[in-house]
């Protein structure tokens, strides 16, 4: 059974009057929590589309990337998209519950945070309004600072991803403490660490990105110590 299968599921079961945000109070067991995280995105990438006024080809597009979604599932995704443009409950309701329901698996929120970005630059323009929208989610999932600043460098072009912001370690950090960061990452970027912790097989492509920029801030520091 395919995730969008799932999904439809899902969505078939809200009762009348129940908006998309109580999809997240009924997938909060562990096998399901890889249907709500996909339905995660692709809602609270809508109400972002919201943000700066214009929902555009290229966002459409950035979701069937990071799901890859099949023709004949792209009518699921639109369904969970409309709902939740239409859904009266704000972003802020949506990042609450999802914040709730990964509460015991930050890493996913992380995850989620950067499938936003990845809808955000899909048209090639970081809005003011995206990055307080993004902002605000951020800190609802209890991200930290520097580990915002970490996803906006790697992905909005005009910040500059030092390597020692992407590796998440000090400037005058040794090139041990770079290379124990490193590795750190390389393990819990793997295809089957993050199987384990549920994210979907749909969205593990945002790893590939992911694991390219931590592998070049890594040879970049390895490289200027030699």
Same mark, same amino acid.
């Given at each position: 059974?395919?995730?969008? @299968?799932?999904? @439809?599921?899902?969505?078939s079961a &809200? /009762?009348? #009057?129940?908006? =998309?945000?109580?999809?997240?109070?009924? =997938?909060?067991?562990?096998?399901?929590?890889?249907?709500?995280f996909t339905i995660a995105v692709i809602a609270l990438g809508a109400k972002m589309a919201k943000a700066d006024g214009v929902v555009t080809r290229d966002e459409v597009t950035a979701f069937?990337?990071?799901?890859?979604?099949?023709?004949?599932? /792209?009518?699921?995704a639109a369904r969970v998209f409309?709902?939740?443009?239409?859904?009266?409950?704000?972003?802020?309701?949506?990042a609450r519950r999802i914040a709730a329901m990964f509460h015991d698996q930050p890493e996913m929120l992380s995850d989620l945070m950067e499938g936003l970005f990845h809808i955000a630059m899909a048209d090639g323009t970081y809005h003011p309004n995206e990055d307080a929208f993004l902002e605000d989610v951020a800190r609802i999932f209890g991200l930290s600072e520097t580990a915002f600043a970490i996803l906006r460098a790697r992905f909005v072009p005009d910040t500059s991803p030092l390597? !020692? /912001?992407? =590796? #998440?370690?000090?400037?005058?950090?040794? =090139?041990?403490?770079?290379?124990?960061?490193?590795?750190?990452?390389?393990?819990?970027? !793997?295809?089957?660490? &993050?199987?384990?912790r549920g994210l979907p097989q749909e969205a593990i492509r945002m790893a590939e990105k992911r694991m390219i920029d931590i592998n070049r801030a890594w040879e970049t520091l390895s490289g200027k110590a030699i």
């Open positions: 059974m395919s995730i969008w @299968t799932r999904i @439809t599921e899902a969505l &809200l /009762t009348a #009057g129940e908006g =998309l945000s109580a999809v997240f109070d009924k =997938l909060r067991s562990p096998p399901e929590r890889s249907v709500a069937r990337e990071v799901f890859q979604v099949a023709e004949g599932d /792209t009518e699921g409309n709902l939740a443009r239409q859904d009266v409950a704000g972003f802020d309701d949506y390597p !020692h /912001t992407v =590796l #998440g370690i000090a400037p005058n950090a040794s =090139l041990e403490e770079a290379r124990a960061a490193w590795r750190k990452l390389v393990r819990a970027n !793997h295809p089957d660490a &993050l199987v384990a």
